[in-house]
C-alpha cells in the first residue's frame, strides 16, 4: 500500500554508502543530526547521537543552506556569491561523505 497521498508528488530521499551527489540534488540533515552553535567552542558543529564533529566555517556555510529546499547547483552558487570561488567538486565531496555516513539525505531535484 502507496502511504502517499492521492495527488502528492513522491520524491525519492537517498542517502548511505555509495550514493552520488549531484547538482540537482536537495540536501537536508538527516532526522538524527543537528546543525548548532557551540558557544564554548564559538565554532557551528554538527550535532549526532554520540559524536559531536566541530565545523570549519566552509563546512557550516555548506550546512547552513542544506535545508532541503536549495539544490546542491543552487547550493554551489549561492557560496560562489559570498566568496570569490567555491570549487563545486569540492562542496559535492563533502555532501558525498556526509551521505555515506547516512548524516545527510537528498531528495531528488
Known amino acids: ?29 538527516a532526522r538524527h543530526v543537528r546543525l548548532s552553535f557551540c558557544r564554548t ?18 563546512g557550516a556555510a555548506i550546512l547552513e543552506l542544506c535545508d532541503g529546499r536549495h539544490t546542491v547547483a543552487e547550493i554551489v552558487t549561492e557560496l560562489g556569491a559570498r566568496y570569490q570561488t567555491v570549487p563545486g567538486d569540492e562542496v559535492r565531496r563533502f555532501l558525498t561523505r556526509l551521505v555515506a555516513r547516512r548524516w545527510m539525505e537528498l531528495t531528488d531535484g
Do not use: Y
Open 41 to 58: 567552542r564559538q565554532r557551528q558543529v554538527l550535532l549526532h547521537p554520540e559524536t559531536v564533529v566541530v565545523l570549519n566555517g566552509s
Open 1 to 29: 500500500m502507496d502511504p502517499t497521498p492521492p495527488g502528492a508528488t513522491r520524491s525519492r530521499t537517498r542517502t548511505g554508502p555509495g550514493v552520488e551527489v549531484c547538482g540537482s540534488d536537495r540536501p537536508r540533515l
